[in-house]
């Protein structure tokens, strides 16, 4: 293993440093979880469709539009001795979807991906368990705040037993961010472009199975749906690596969050979801606690772009310039 003390190495095939556009950074990375948001609402439009078949034209679709890209050199830009980790991080990630959009069927659409997107607060537990690396006073006191604001979410009860949604969101966070983990030990060797073309790829094979089983044959209205799904999703991808090529992640993530607001004024105005005071304290908790684990996590723990998983070594060389 590296040694955690140091940055990371950049891999030669890393963006080189550059002046940084903290603005237009920002502005693509709310365009990017704009996309998201809207990925999220058509997805709990399409109540009457199977959760596998929506993650898999997400998926597929996806791979669709970014092959021109990922090609552009050539089959050599997806060779890879990492195939296992590929697997890891596909399995994690898609099972992560899978819950979100079985969760966001059955709750307030800013409540599931608010939960989907605690990640940020379950990534230094993973790393601590895996990776073995240290959490720092500031990360316990992030998580802390954070978890508070889930559990006002969650609001413990006997109903989330009849309808475990909320719980069901939270898992796909923890998914989540174990795939935000592996990503991390895969882009020390591996491009954005070979990772995405591992996950699309195997997500779509691994959920194309239970497309069939659950097929039913869509509604125009549904299959503008699926087709939204799966561009939105690559939208908001793309958006991310601009955004990241502009600015580090210490300037812009906490513009992560803006899918919490957009969400909730789709939920607001498309299902007259009004979220309560509880709700709204916890939204802004679990916020601030993401926010600075993050910030303040370790090597492992921070640099990641957007909830998919793509991991910006940027972060760690402007954090050490300006320590």
């Not at 230094?124 to 508070?148: Q, Y």
């Not at 607001?261 to 939204?283: A, C, E, R, Y």
């Amino acid at each position: 293993m590296a040694d955690t003390s140091s940055p990371i190495a950049q891999p030669a095939h890393a963006t080189p440093t550059h002046k940084e556009n903290a603005t237009l950074g920002g502005i693509l990375i709310v365009i990017a979880f704009l996309c998201v948001a809207i990925m999220s609402a058509l997805g709990k439009a399409a109540a009457n469709v199977s959760t596998g078949t929506i993650v898999f034209f997400q998926n597929f679709v996806s791979l669709l539009l970014f092959l021109p890209w990922i090609f552009r050199h050539g089959t050599s830009s997806v060779k890879t001795t990492r195939t296992w980790l590929h697997i890891l991080r596909a399995g994690s990630g898609l099972l992560s979807q899978v819950l979100m959009f079985a969760a966001v069927k059955k709750m307030p659409l800013m409540n599931a991906v608010l939960l989907t997107n605690s990640a940020p607060l379950f990534i230094p537990l993973i790393t601590w368990a895996w990776l073995k690396e240290k959490i720092s006073g500031i990360v316990w006191a992030s998580l802390l705040v954070g978890f508070v604001g889930v559990v006002l979410i969650l609001k413990p009860s006997a109903a989330l037993v009849s309808n475990p949604a909320a719980l069901i969101a939270t898992s796909a966070a923890v998914f989540s961010a174990f795939a935000l983990v592996t990503v991390n030990r895969l882009s020390s060797t591996e491009t954005t472009q070979r990772i995405l073309f591992y996950y699309f790829l195997i997500s779509s094979l691994a959920s194309a199975p239970f497309a069939v089983m659950g097929w039913h044959a869509p509604t125009q209205r549904e299959w503008m749906y699926l087709l939204g799904i799966g561009v939105f999703m690559a939208a908001s991808q793309l958006l991310i690596i601009l955004a990241y090529r502009h600015a580090s992640a210490g300037r812009i993530a906490p513009f992560n969050y803006s899918v919490v607001v957009f969400s909730g004024l789709i939920g607001w105005w498309l299902w007259k979801n009004t979220p309560d005071m509880l709700s709204l304290l916890g939204v802004i908790l679990v916020t601030m606690g993401g926010i600075l684990s993050t910030k303040f996590g370790g090597p492992n723990s921070r640099g990641h772009l957007g909830w998919i998983g793509h991991w910006n070594h940027r972060f760690h060389h402007s954090s050490e310039e300006t320590a």
